[in-house]
C-alpha cells in the first residue's frame, strides 16, 4: 500500500509539512495494526519521511529521486529501509532523451549510495507523467528495458495516467484497459513492481503474461 499526504500529480498545489504528517502518520499507524503488509510512504520530505518511518512506514517512494531534500537520504539511510527513486524534471527539457533520464537516475543513485543506502534498499521508477511529455512516457515504456543498465529492480507507475486517457480519448475512470497494456509490457520488460488501482485486474494480466513468457 502506497499512503501520501500530498498529491503529487503536475499542477497540484503542495501542503505544508505538518499538515502532510498530521495526514499520513495515523493512516500509516492503523493500516500496520491492522494488516500484515508493508507501506510505502510517498514523500520527497525528510521531516515528514521520519514521522512515518517512526509510524510504520517500510519503504520511502521519492518523486525527486533524492534532489528535493538534502536531508532525505540520510534518513532513510538511517533508518534501513528501501526507498523507491523515481525520475523527475521540472520540465521535459531534454536534448537526448533516454540518455538524459540514465544521466538524471544516475544523479539519484550515487546520492543514495554515497549517504549509505545499501544497493539492495535501492529501487528506479522512470516517473511515468514526471517532467515528460506524452511522446516520452510512450517511449519510456517502450523502452524501459534500458534502465536495467543499473541493476536495480524496477518498479513503473502508470496506472490511469493522463497520456494513457490521451492514447484513447478517455477519462480516467474509464482506463483500465489502457493500463493493463502498461503493465503487460513492464512485466515482459523485466519489472519487479508495478503500482496499480484496480489490483484484481492487474494481478491476473501478470499471471497470464508471466505463464506464457516463463514457457
Known amino acids: 500500500v502506497d499512503v501520501g499526504g500530498e498529491s503529487t500529480r503536475p499542477g497540484y498545489a503542495a501542503v505544508s509539512e505538518e499538515e502532510e504528517i498530521n495526514r499520513v502518520t495515523p493512516v500509516i499507524e492503523q493500516i500496520k495494526a491492522r494488516f500484515d ?3 510505502s510512504l510517498d514523500t520527497c520530505k525528510s521531516r515528514v519521511a521520519s514521522a ?3 509510524a510504520g512506514a517500510d519503504l520511502i517512494n521519492d518523486i525527486w ?3 528535493n ?19 523527475n524534471r521540472k520540465t521535459p527539457d531534454y536534448t537526448d532523451y533516454m540518455q538524459n533520464v540514465l544521466e538524471d537516475l544516475a544523479e539519484s543513485v550515487q546520492t543514495a549510495r554515497l549517504s549509505g543506502i545499501a544497493d539492495e534498499r535501492i529501487l528506479l521508477d522512470p516517473g511515468i507523467g514526471f ?13 524501459l528495458e534500458i534502465l536495467h543498465s543499473f541493476g536495480y529492480p524496477l518498479v513503473l507507475g502508470a496506472s490511469r495516467k493522463s497520456f494513457i486517457g490521451t492514447a484513447l480519448d ?10 493493463l497494456v502498461t503493465t503487460v509490457i513492464a512485466v515482459m520488460k523485466g519489472a519487479m513492481f508495478v503500482r496499480v488501482h ?3 485486474e492487474n494481478i491476473r494480466v501478470i499471471k ?8
Open 37 to 39: 503488509i508493508p507501506v
Open 52 to 54: 512515518g518511518i517512526a
Open 65 to 67: 529521486g533524492l534532489k
Open 69 to 87: 531534500d538534502g536531508n532525505l537520504a540520510k534518513v532513510v539511510a538511517d533508518a534501513g529501509i528501501p526507498c523507491i527513486l523515481m525520475h
Open 131 to 143: 517532467g515528460k511529455t506524452y511522446e516520452n512516457n510512450l517511449e519510456i515504456i517502450n523502452k
Open 170 to 179: 478517455l477519462p480516467v475512470s474509464e482506463r483500465l484497459e489502457g493500463t
Open 198 to 200: 484496480d489490483v484484481k
Open 208 to 215: 497470464m503474461t508471466e505463464a506464457i513468457i516463463n514457457k
